[in-house]
């Protein structure tokens, strides 16, 4: 069974710029997740999406992030400015619903510069 | 949203029995104890969960006290490659969940096995 697909798996980009992460979850699977890990600390939830809905998107900086998740399938992660501090793994998770275990990606890892 | 208190490093032997102790004060009714394992540049896994008593599967074995407010993982004969990062989560997972789950991700515990 294939796993939850991500990329790139490394992205460099200069402050102010933008970026773009995808996330391909586990086929059938309805929710789905973007976390943000910083080195040295746990995974933090940016945003839960429940096939195209937006469940939770309390921790996500809307000023500078944004994501969708069209046709409740494929999501993308956005952040435009990028700043410095943005630096971290994002990953996704997705899950056959809300209710049951997570499956993570590999994650993509994002230096601002 | 209840928030966990683990040992940020524990250090152990190829072989032993390695437990993992999670505190969990304000556990609610609903919530559920869930236990990730993370590798180096990898995404976390999920180990095991459970709600009270004792849940065992291929991999390891959660221990529930009855007043639910701590939890012990326990890794049976470790090897090198069960060194990782450990996360102990509380969250709102039974059927009544509707679409809120919440898991608060601490620092988790840095596991070192050595040989």
């Known amino acids: 069974e294939a796993g939850v697909a991500q990329s790139p798996r490394y992205k460099i980009i200069e402050k102010r710029q933008s970026v773009a992460f995808w996330c391909n979850p586990i086929?059938?699977?309805?929710?789905l997740y973007w976390y943000q890990q910083i080195l040295g600390q746990g995974p933090k939830l940016l945003i839960q999406?429940?096939?195209?809905?937006?469940?939770?998107d309390s921790q996500l900086p809307k000023d500078r992030f944004s994501a969708e998740r069209l046709k409740g399938v494929d999501s993308t992660l956005k952040i435009q400015p990028a700043k410095l501090e943005d630096s971290a793994v994002y990953l996704c998770?997705?899950?056959?619903?809300?209710?049951?275990?997570?499956?993570f990606g590999q994650g993509t890892r994002l230096t601002v510069v | 949203l209840a928030k966990t208190t683990q040992p940020i490093s524990m250090d152990s032997y190829e072989g032993q029995e390695v437990n993992i102790t999670c505190s969990h004060n304000?556990?609610?009714?609903?919530?559920?104890i869930t236990w990730y394992q993370q590798f180096p540049s990898q995404g976390p896994r999920f180990i095991i969960q459970?709600?009270?008593?004792?849940v065992t599967n291929e991999v390891a074995s959660l221990f529930i006290p009855a007043d639910r407010k701590s939890s012990t993982l326990s890794l049976p004969r470790v090897s090198l490659s069960d060194t990782a990062v450990y996360y102990c989560?509380?969250?709102?997972?039974?059927?009544?969940?509707?679409?809120?789950?919440?898991?608060?991700w601490g620092l988790g515990t840095s596991l070192a096995v050595n040989p």
């Open positions: 989560l509380v969250g709102d997972n039974g059927v009544n969940a509707g679409n809120n789950r919440k898991l608060i």
């Open positions: 304000n556990i609610a009714t609903n919530d559920y």
């Open positions: 459970g709600y009270k008593t004792k």
């Open positions: 086929s059938g699977h309805a929710t």
């Open positions: 999406f429940q096939n195209n809905g937006v469940v939770d």
């Open positions: 998770a997705s899950s056959l619903n809300t209710n049951t275990e997570a499956f």
